[in-house]
């Protein structure tokens, strides 16, 4: 049971243009979620986060939006560039304290020169 | 310097040798996770350790043990590998601060084969 979806196994956007990963989640006890980058024989880095109550959290070229009543969010990446290739994960918590996060299976990103 | 670090990278072993994986983190976190990459590229949690006490621990098998010596390492024991086994491994810290947005940290993962 995928409680976090990434729906889009793949997304190539141009250099320049503005990138959009999407993620759904089911569980309603999910309070903060995070978007990692990872490079092939790397670990996942975090790149943004948000809590449930925000719907917008902003750093630099990236914004992750959150619609709650979707169970939806989004990270735009604007103005994209080459080293924006990766896989990005959209992970989940539920709770605070030592839990673990629940990731989705990943987007790879590609950007076209 | 490496904040969370885990040795070895790579391991080839046969099937139904014990290994172990250590992870290190320098950060002054006081939770320590593991997880596991499969195939399907999903990545779930294991186990984390939050001051040397287990406080989660999904459906893994037995054969798989998590030995914190102190805050800052987290190694991962296991027994009796099976051919299923094979994934990539990381280790993770965050600070743990209930109610507070913890982000955790992520080792560079230990590709695991057995053969």
């Known amino acids: 049971d995928q409680q976090v979806k990434q729906n889009s196994p793949s997304l190539s956007v141009q250099e320049g243009r503005i990138s959009i990963l999407n993620c759904d989640y089911t569980?309603?006890?999910?309070?903060?979620f995070l978007w990692y980058k990872k490079y092939p024989a790397e670990g996942p880095t975090f790149l943004i986060s948000i809590s449930s109550i925000k719907d917008k959290n902003e750093d630099g070229r990236f914004t992750v939006f959150l619609n709650k009543s979707a169970k939806h969010l989004s990270l735009h990446i604007v103005p994209s560039q080459p080293g924006d290739s990766a896989v990005y994960f959209c992970a989940a918590r539920a709770g605070g304290g030592a839990d673990g996060l629940t990731f989705g299976k990943g987007t790879h990103l590609i950007i076209q020169p | 310097d490496t904040a969370v670090s885990q040795t070895p990278k790579y391991l080839v072993t046969q099937m139904g040798n014990d290994k172990s994986i250590k992870c290190e983190q320098n950060l002054g976190h006081d939770t320590m996770y593991w997880y596991k990459q499969d195939s399907k590229k999903f990545l779930k949690i294991m186990f984390s350790?939050?001051?040397?006490?287990?406080?989660i621990n999904e459906t893994v098998p037995n054969r798989f043990s998590p030995k914190s010596p102190d805050k800052a390492h987290l190694n991962l024991h296991i027994n009796s590998l099976e051919l299923g086994d094979s994934a990539v491994y990381f280790c993770?810290?965050?600070?743990?601060?209930?109610?507070?947005?913890?982000?955790?940290?992520f080792g560079p993962g230990t590709r695991l084969l057995v053969l």
């Open positions: 569980n309603s006890m999910f309070d903060y």
């Open positions: 350790y939050n001051n040397k006490e287990l406080i």
């Open positions: 993770a810290s965050s600070q743990e601060n209930r109610g507070s947005e913890e982000t955790q940290y």
